[in-house]
């Protein structure tokens, strides 16, 4: 099983639409996880931490699942510059973080 | 003001020769790291630093080193540069390890 593994893309949706990632771990003494959003020729950015309770900021939430080891992350209202790929963070047990390969989201008008 | 800063942004040159990529945070931060991107977009962990521990990658060939003046700096140096080096490059810094990152705007590497 890969460190970290995120369901391939691309996702296409139109605009208004809510989407969903979803991501599994491997490593159980995983203590950090995050979703980082990466432009096109841009460096990824942090786009919220995930909490073992799930967390929202406006449009996102970000879920947890320990015990299945599975990380969420639902996007409502999709807008235009939604689009990127979205990275699945985890950290590793060794002092790093792990990324995903991410899973690209296209929302078209 | 930019937190994580790299130079140069591009980077052209030929198999053989060696080069450094500057990386400078001015976050506070004691963590850094240098990433690599691939053509397949994969963003790998190369190296690890603080004051006190370097954790290298273990895939990452010895031509590969990171050399820091001070904990606001990270550099890395390629020796003897291949093909397979082509890449962007990214820098960050974290406020400590397990802790989100910040990234630099990359160094896209072209090895002709």
């Known amino acids: 099983r890969k460190e970290v593994e995120q369901d391939p893309g691309p996702f296409n949706v139109p605009e208004g639409a809510t989407v969903a990632f979803n991501c599994t771990y491997s490593n159980s003494a995983s203590q950090s996880f995050f979703w980082y959003r990466q432009d096109c020729r841009k460096e990824p950015k942090l786009l919220m931490s995930v909490y073992s309770s799930g967390n929202e900021d406006g449009r996102f939430t970000a879920q947890l699942n320990r015990a299945s080891q599975y990380i969420s992350l639902l996007i409502r209202d999709s807008k235009l510059s939604d689009s990127a790929t979205y990275l699945c963070?985890?950290?590793?047990?060794?002092?790093?973080?792990?990324f995903g390969k991410g899973t690209m989201l296209l929302v078209s008008p | 003001d930019t937190a994580v800063s790299q130079t140069p942004k591009y980077l052209v040159t030929q198999m053989g020769n060696d080069k450094s990529i500057k990386c400078e945070q001015n976050?506070?931060?004691?963590?850094m790291y240098w990433y690599k991107q691939d053509s397949k977009k994969f963003l790998k962990i190369m190296f690890s630093y603080n004051n006190k521990e370097l954790i290298i990658n273990e895939t990452v060939p010895n031509r590969f080193s990171p050399k820091s003046p001070d904990k606001a700096h990270l550099n890395l140096h390629i020796n003897s540069l291949e093909l397979g080096d082509s890449a962007v490059y990214f820098c960050a810094s974290s406020q400590a390890n397990y802790y989100e990152q910040y990234f630099g705007p990359g160094t896209r590497l072209t090895v002709t």
């Open positions: 963070v985890v950290n590793s047990g060794y002092s790093t973080l792990t």
């Open positions: 976050l506070g931060h004691d963590t």
